[in-house]
């Protein structure tokens, strides 16, 4: 955590190597391979995968080679272990002519040097010196991935061949994404190609890139970072206030727990700091720059677990984290790489042995560990959990807990909301909110009860809920630890950023394109058809419905369709082919949410995720359509001796209607899973759904001359596939009396035409309005 105090006695070093150059800092190790996550890479393909490792032991540089096939070199003498400094040069896979790497000083603050000061501290207010410094393009500088790029970095997040920066003959610079997977950004927004100058911050994956005099300094954020929280006030409709002007500072690889009574407001503080609903006044600083204004970028960076589970739980570890991978690494990602990096997450949380294990099976400690690796994949600086410890005991609880720990070791700020108070000396600091959002402590938990006066948290949490006259804001602002804790470490504002040159204002930057989405959707129907199909109930169910239904309306069929049998029969298939996609999507939505909202802020595409749906459970109710009319049909005699379809035979025409009847079906059943709050609520409306078919279907009611009802019914997808099942066996002529007052019943071509386009158009709208239901549970700022 940055607020402890130490010292570093090693000097921070300009590390260069044939195509790159970077400041490196004694509070890191730095990997040096061809591996694409290494800190150094060395495309040769005589260095190791992991090469060696260059660290700080002892006060000064130590260079490790690390098993290494084809060995390290300094001064021609192979070497497992070496003392380094400024003046060193050293060579890797051979002596004679293999990759080097040069060690030398940093310009000191008193040393003659044109090197410009930290472009991201005159901008942003961060003071981290710059990870590498090179000379501004003549040309052209490609980023990316790949070994063939002039500037290239290891972050997975980043694609092979990621943006371009290009020269301008008038002095301009411009930034130009390369199709990239996760975009590239310009002052926190996304772009696809626009002007830069002196001022602006160039986002791409983990590393921002700033102009800087005739230099491009990047700066690469490996969680060494900064979380200032300054006034933050959310109020809803009434003046009811949930968040009270609450200030405080997260150093760098902190654990923060926010505690507090039920109702005190800390699941709205979760919300303000991820950006899902942001708050109404006040600002998030994420390491100097707005949260809010730039959260299309810096979403990417943050990490998010919710207190429900965001995996599909019917799935192996393994599996659950290899999908996440593809939805969130570009899609020229290597199998191999994604899959390494889930191999690495899944070892860091301790879950190896559990590897291969469905996740359903896995205890609540360990699902939750689960969760926590599917955030990790993308390494992200800040790692925000709502209640992980909820329903554990307290042994796993503190396993839990000491996971946290370990993460903020490991070089992440992690934030974490609880209610338990049973590992609280794990973190480094403690913030407290009381009824109202109102901020009653920040600091140490180990000074919390004496500030308070309390010997146990039982008597402090008792005081929190029953004194509600004290003034516990009043109490610490006026505190030793108010001014000590935030008061004196909340940094000052942000310094305006250097003017730019005088030329002509770069042009408005063009809404970004969606990207890969294909990808997605084949990713997603993946994902979820392997979920469901481990899901041995709904399988049961999926195969049992259409046989049973079918088998009871071929009971009421008998061997022929006649006036004493034909409309029970239709009117039982309308039902069935309701219930049939009804029941297969109305649960789908609803269930999902958790993972839908935390997959959306990370760069989810919303149509795609319907999409997905859409396809999955289409082809399941279709299937189950064909499986029920072909059972309850075939072999029966259709209507009167010499009936025909309009287009087809009777029974293919049929069975195409009510295959339509169940998919719109199954869209209407979508519209009530996204509207919805709680899955409980989906089956009596479902019981709902079914009823008013059999109502508005036109089977028992005639209402062709009922002015409303026969409005009402346009909108009942049974009334236009029972209209279709009639036209095509023609039985306005063999009930007169019923049907042939009823335009919609008529043996045409136009008629059955316009009964199944209405179910097409029903379908239609109702994929509109799920879209718009989904939009709601998005994080805020997205729908700004």
């Known amino acids: 955590m940055a607020e402890r105090e130490f010292a570093l006695t090693a000097p921070q070093l300009v590390l260069e190597t044939d195509n790159d150059s970077k400041v490196i800092s004694p509070g890191h190790s730095y990997a040096v391979g061809r591996d694409p996550t290494s800190d150094v890479v060395l495309s040769d393909p005589r260095v190791s995968w992991h090469h060696a490792v260059l660290h700080v032991g002892d006060g000064h540089w130590m260079l490790d080679d690390t098993g290494s096939t084809n060995g390290t070199f300094c001064k021609g003498h192979r070497v497992e272990h070496l003392d380094v400094g400024p003046g060193y040069t050293v060579r890797f896979g051979s002596a004679s002519d293999g990759p080097r790497c040069t060690l030398s000083a940093v310009a000191g603050p008193t040393a003659v040097s044109d090197r410009p000061p930290s472009a991201l501290t005159s901008i942003t207010g961060s003071h981290r010196p710059p990870t590498s410094v090179r000379p501004l393009p003549t040309k052209v500088i490609r980023i990316g991935r790949a070994p063939d790029n002039d500037l290239v970095t290891g972050d997975l997040s980043v694609s092979r061949h990621h943006a371009e920066l290009r020269a301008h003959a008038d002095g301009w610079y411009e930034i130009v994404d390369l199709e990239s997977h996760n975009g590239t950004y310009l002052n926190g927004r996304p772009v696809r190609q626009a002007l830069v100058g002196s001022g602006d911050l160039i986002g791409i994956g983990h590393s921002e890139f700033c102009l800087v005099g005739d230099q491009l300094q990047e700066f690469v954020d490996t969680g060494d970072i900064d979380l200032d929280v300054e006034g933050l006030s959310v109020e ?30 800390k699941s709205t503080l979760l919300n303000a700091l991820t950006g899902l609903r942001p708050a109404d006044r006040g600002t998030v600083r994420y390491d100097g720059r707005d949260l809010y204004r730039e959260y299309a970028e810096l979403r990417q960076r943050i990490g998010l ?3 429900d589970d965001i995996l599909h739980t019917q799935l192996t570890v393994r599996r659950a984290l290899g999908y996440a991978a593809e939805l969130r690494f570009p899609d020229d990602t290597a199998p191999a790489e994604r899959a390494a990096r889930v191999e690495e997450v899944i070892a860091e949380l301790g879950l190896t042995e559990r590897a291969d294990q469905v996740i359903s099976s896995l205890s609540g400690g360990q699902r939750k560990r689960v969760s926590v690796a599917l955030e990790l994949l993308t390494k992200p600086s800040l790692l925000f959990l709502d209640e992980p410890t909820s329903g554990l005991d307290p042994g796993m609880d503190r396993s839990v807990m000491q996971m946290l720990r370990d993460l903020a070791d490991d070089g992440h700020t992690v934030i974490v909301v609880t209610h338990s108070v049973l590992s609280l000396d794990l973190c480094d600091r403690l913030l407290l909110l009381v009824s109202g959002g109102r901020l009653a402590w920040y600091g140490p938990p180990g000074e919390t009860l004496d500030y308070f006066g309390f010997g146990r948290w039982s008597e402090a949490f008792d005081a929190f809920e029953n004194q509600t006259d004290r003034d516990w804001v009043g109490q610490y602002r006026a505190s030793p630890p108010y001014r000590r804790y935030i008061a004196g470490a909340i940094p000052g504002p942000v310094p305006p950023g250097p003017p730019a040159p005088a030329a002509a204002a770069p042009p408005a930057a063009p809404k970004p394109k969606p990207r890969r989405w294909s990808k997605q959707v084949s990713t997603l129907v993946r994902r979820y058809a392997t979920a469901l199909s481990a899901d041995r109930t709904f399988l049961a169910v999926m195969i049992a419905l259409p046989f049973i239904m079918g088998a009871l309306a071929r009971a009421l069929a008998g061997s022929r369709l006649d006036n004493s049998t034909a409309l029970n029969t239709l009117l039982i298939l309308c039902v069935s082919g309701v219930l049939i996609g009804a029941a297969n999507s109305v649960r789908e939505l609803v269930k999902e949410r958790s993972i839908y ?29 064909v499986v029920l009319t072909m059972v309850a049909l075939v072999g029966v005699q259709l209507g009167p001796p010499g009936t025909k379809g309009i287009f087809m035979p009777p029974l293919f025409e049929i069975t195409l209607a009510v295959a339509m009847l169940s998919v719109t079906a199954m869209m209407f059943g979508l519209v009530i899973s996204a509207l919805v709050k709680k899955e409980e609520v989906t ?26 009802l026969n409005q009402l019914s346009w909108l009942v997808p049974a009334r236009w596939a029972f209209g279709a099942m009639v036209a095509t066996m023609d039985l306005a002529r063999v009930f007169p009396d019923t049907f042939s007052n009823d335009p919609i019943f008529t043996h045409q071509p136009s008629t059955w035409l316009l009964d199944m386009g209405m179910l097409v158009t029903l379908s239609v709208l109702c994929g509109v309005l799920v879209s718009r239901l989904l939009r709601r549970h998005e994080p805020a700022v997205m729908r700004r």
């Open 597 to 625: 909202q935390r997959e959306r802020a990370v760069g989810l595409s919303r149509s795609a995720y319907l999409c997905s749906k859409v396809v999955v459970l289409g082809t399941i109710t279709v299937v189950q359509s």
């Open 305 to 307: 677990v919710p207190q």
């Open 236 to 265: 809803v409709a009434g003046g009811r206030v949930l968040l009270d002007d609450v200030t405080f500072p997260v150093g760098q690889h902190c654990l923060l727990a926010v505690a507090g009574p039920s109702g005190a407001g």
């Open 683 to 708: 089956m009596p409306l479902l019981v709902l759904v079914a009823i008013i078919q059999v109502v508005f279907c036109g089977a028992l009611l005639q209402l062709n001359h009922a002015l409303v």
